[in-house]
C-alpha cells in the first residue's frame, strides 16, 4: 500500500528531519486490565500491534495482529492481513491521530489511546506468541494469514 502524507514545507524544514512519516517507530502504552501493554509499531507501511502480557508464571506472552497502515493528514488506516488470534477475520479500521512530541493519541468513536514512543523492542526470545480467549486463558498459535 502506499503511504500518503501531506506536511508543510516549513514544519519539516524546522525539525530538521527528512521523514514525513508521523506515526513511524514504536509506540507503547500500559493497560490497566492485567499485566500487559499494547504495542504499535509502524514502518514503512507496515504494521503490527502486540498485546504482550506477563503470565501468572511469569512467561512473557504476545497476540500479534499485522498489516498494512496508511496516514492521510490526521487520519490512519489499518488493515490487519495476518494474527496469532486464528479467528480474526481480517478488518480496516479508521483513526483520527495526534502527535505532540513523544505522544502519539489514536482517537476513535470509542475514546482515544495515549501512546508513548519507546525504542523498538528488544528480542524476546522465551515469548509465548498466540491468542488471548475473553477468559485471558493464552493459547499458543502461530500468525496466520487473516480472510
Known amino acids: 500500500m502506499k503511504l500518503t502524507l501531506a506536511l508543510g514545507l516549513a514544519s519539516v524544514a524546522s525539525c530538521g528531519n ?66 496469532s488470534c486464528p479467528d480474526d477475520l481480517s478488518q480496516e479500521v479508521t483513526y483520527s491521530f495526534s502527535r505532540q512530541g513523544t505522544s502519539l493519541t489514536r482517537i476513535s468513536s470509542e475514546g482515544s489511546l495515549v501512546l508513548q514512543n519507546s525504542p523498538a523492542p528488544e528480542s524476546h526470545g522465551a515469548a509465548a506468541v498466540g491468542c488471548f480467549d475473553e477468559d485471558f486463558k493464552f493459547v499458543a498459535a502461530p500468525i496466520v494469514a487473516l480472510h
Open 18 to 83: 527528512r521523514h514525513t512519516d508521523p506515526v513511524e517507530g514504536t509506540w507503547v502504552t500500559s493497560l490497566q486490565t492485567r499485566d500487559c501493554a499494547l504495542q504499535y509499531t509502524f514502518r514503512n507501511g507496515a504494521v503490527e500491534q502486540d498485546r504482550r502480557c506477563t503470565l501468572p508464571d511469569g512467561q512473557l506472552a504476545v497476540e500479534v495482529t499485522a498489516g498494512t497502515y496508511v496516514v492521510s493528514g490526521k487520519t490512519l488506516v489499518l488493515t490487519s492481513t495476518r494474527s
